[in-house]
């Protein structure tokens, strides 16, 4: 339907902006993709032998490395480090949450130290709780009722969103600037309920922030399940008693790298595409899906075009960026090396969003948009539908400032948020085909923009 | 685009063929759905309680039983059972291939009997092997090359095809006819490459057919690496010899039944609309994706009407089909007693590829394919792009000579097959977002077709 009506369309409003050899070049790119792609082996090996790899670990410096000697060995025209000083964190031995109710007797719950957190010290932290949906009911509690207590957050998920990023952005503030606003009031730590599209047993990491002036107090992430029955239990018992004892740290800033391989353009050598993910992961479960698939696929993109002997007529990049997670310090240096060297970066596009079923693209300019819309018929075939308004992603958003047109990968989402930032975030969850699928139409679009241009 | 080709062409062809408040009926379905349906929880009891339930098996009954109990529950206006005499298959204790060859000594492969297959008796069989790819490749051995020996078919999907089901379509007759073309020149048994879409070593079942008049020989499918494997071994070594030892055999017929549920239509309460998907599965696994999610989601449409308060005017029926695996006795006893009792049949829908993110349907008539097409603005904010023609399912495929229109539920297909047929196909590789969007997208399209009709 969409096809015949794309083709009706173009035939009343004009021709269609594309040629007639680009759906065969296109079925090659899928056809090598499918065949021949060594992504999904080279995200076991990722995230088997490496495993996870936060930013600062030895982890990330062996994740440098191979992703180096992958790149080199495709035989891309430049591989090579750009040094970038990263914040390292350490969760440390222990991470305990315990409710204490007469209602309940002990209870442990299933916890995560959130990233970038304090720790509690040794002696741990017990004191009451006070629940709340969001920062309004926090301040209207105000400083009498929060002082001295844990807050606990426990806004869920909308689970009517279909795209559960939306879900997931409409409860994250809860996490990342949680432990500011109970600061602010008088708290001692934060729990916060994960940011999860289910009700399970799994708890999910990801950073906070502090404020400067503000004290640092914990954040820790419990199980949705154990939210729920944290919260009941509160209904019953507003008297209980939270216990919580952490030892995370930040260690300081450690060197670390982004990976960087290129394929020169033949006609705009110094006009840069730059397809990324990122190389560092949460210390739970592998980074499969968060990011290392998505850096399998931008290395795949240029090995494509590599294998199926297409010459770019723009550079393309592939990066693999360092401490997205709990720091973008190699997102930043990026695009600060980028601008200082007065490289044109006319377009990045990002895979950070799972590796998932392929669904389109989000693209932050409306001129491309409607531009890529234009090549819908291309993308049918591969059951590549959504072509949305939205941001890139958060390593290449340093760029926008230089006119850099900004896309974003769109996988289908519903299965990321049982999964992102826990422990079953592995490689036995990604599906080979849904891994190389993405890949494939992430290098058509490459294929269409290098050779059509980003402009009207 | 999608949404703003279709509205276009509404402005230019004629209005479009729904109403204002359709699209927020849809919401409610989906909004309900996603955030109250019980029908995870459901596959859940039926995968892990019940587990596999093979036609004839007691696992089939107390599945039987489950759902009868299940849609009583539910306060559905009918609940009925229809007897059905169904073939029980016995996998038996036993199953072996080992090949022997100088070349790699002994290697016991990753084997299964196929379903309906007879056994190789206590002895086993013992035979030199010649690989085909296909039948002609067989036919041109003749029956000198072939007679005495075991017929290796190692035709291997097509990557390349985007929907997997094409990719299975094209390799699955050396499954269902390989045994009977095998035997016709002589030979004493049949090893087939597993029906999989990777190269991994889990082995698939799944049904071989006999033919009358010609010797029943055995049947096995090797994994995808172990045919690989015996590929190369054989290239290397012609002579090598495979011993295979399977204990299964037909057990004879035995009672079971259909389970019907049934909400009585408000105006037209003699036509009928079939919601469907079968009850039996292999007796690997759990038959989660095959196919107990699709008969949660057939109980799903019922009870979301309900709890909608949405009253069909057609009577709308969930009915859980007995042994389509591997016979397919309910679907055929479903439209004898629909032609016997003069029921009119107007539409039945399936969902029998797994429960994985929903893309669309297929639709086996061009008229009601137009149709479902000048909907497709009120299916695009959940990401349901795909109306494409196709069969509906082979549950439903004998109510086709009453003139009943078919419809297929068509999830995403690229992980089904690394479980389809396998002990991987369990209720931990269901997403329970994936199995309630397609619930709630056969609800939409249901509620639309009752609300229409199934004419133009």
Chains 1, 2 share one sequence.
Not at 20 to 29: F, M, P, R
Request: some cysteine; charged content about 20%.
């Amino acid at each position: 339907m969409r096809y015949f009506a794309c083709t009706l369309l173009g035939l009343l409003l004009g021709s269609p902006a594309f040629g007639q050899d680009d759906a065969g070049v296109i079925k090659s790119i899928y056809d090598e993709t499918l065949t021949n792609s060594p992504a999904y082996e080279n995200l076991r090996y990722l995230t088997k032998k490496v495993g996870h790899r936060l930013a600062g670990s030895t982890g990330a410096a062996a994740a440098v490395e191979y992703t180096r000697q992958l790149m080199a060995g495709y035989g891309f025209d430049t591989v090579y480090l750009q040094p970038v000083m990263v914040p390292r964190w350490v969760r440390g031995g222990e991470e305990q949450l315990r409710m204490v109710s007469a209602h309940t007797g002990t209870v442990e719950l299933a916890v995560t130290a959130l990233g970038n957190s304090v720790g509690t010290g040794k002696t741990g932290i017990a004191a009451r709780v006070v629940e709340v949906q969001n920062f309004d009911e926090l301040k209207a509690l105000g400083k009498k009722k929060v002082e001295g207590k844990i807050v606990f957050f426990n806004r869920p998920f909308d689970y009517t969103k279909i795209n559960t990023f939306r879900a997931y952005g409409g409860a994250v503030n809860q996490r990342g600037s949680g432990a500011i606003e109970a600061a602010k009031l008088g708290a001692v730590a934060v729990v916060v309920r994960s940011m999860a599209s289910q009700v399970d047993d799994v708890p999910h990491t990801g950073s906070l922030h502090y404020q400067e002036g503000i004290k640092k107090i914990p954040g820790v992430a419990v199980s949705t399940r154990d939210a729920d029955l944290l919260s009941a239990t509160l209904q019953a018992d507003p008297e209980l008693k939270v216990f919580i004892r952490t030892t995370s740290y930040m260690a300081g800033m450690e060197p670390s790298y982004n990976v960087i391989g290129q394929l020169t353009g033949s006609e705009k050598p110094d006009e840069y595409i730059v397809i990324g993910g990122h190389l560092d992961s949460w210390d739970v479960g592998e980074g499969a899906h968060d990011d290392g698939g998505g850096c399998m696929q931008a290395i795949e993109v240029l090995r494509t075009f590599k294998a199926l002997g297409l010459r770019p007529k723009h550079s393309l990049r592939a990066v693999m960026f360092m401490n997205e997670e709990n720091g973008l310090k190699g997102g930043k240096e990026y695009a600060r090396v980028a601008l200082a060297k007065n490289e044109k970066h006319i377009l990045a596009i990002e895979s950070d969003r799972g590796v998932f079923t392929p669904r389109g693209f989000t693209v932050g300019n409306a001129a491309l948009l409607t531009k890529i819309k234009g090549w819908a018929p291309l993308f049918a075939p591969y059951e590549i539908y959504e072509f949305i308004p939205g941001g890139g992603g958060a390593d290449i958003g340093p760029l926008k400032n230089q006119n850099t047109k900004m896309i974003g990968f769109l996988p289908d989402s519903h299965r990321y948020f049982t999964l992102h930032h826990t422990a079953n975030d592995v490689f036995e969850n990604v599906d080979k085909r849904e891994l190389e699928m993405g890949a494939a139409t992430i290098t058509a679009l490459v294929y269409l923009l290098d050779k059509y241009g980003v402009n009207e």
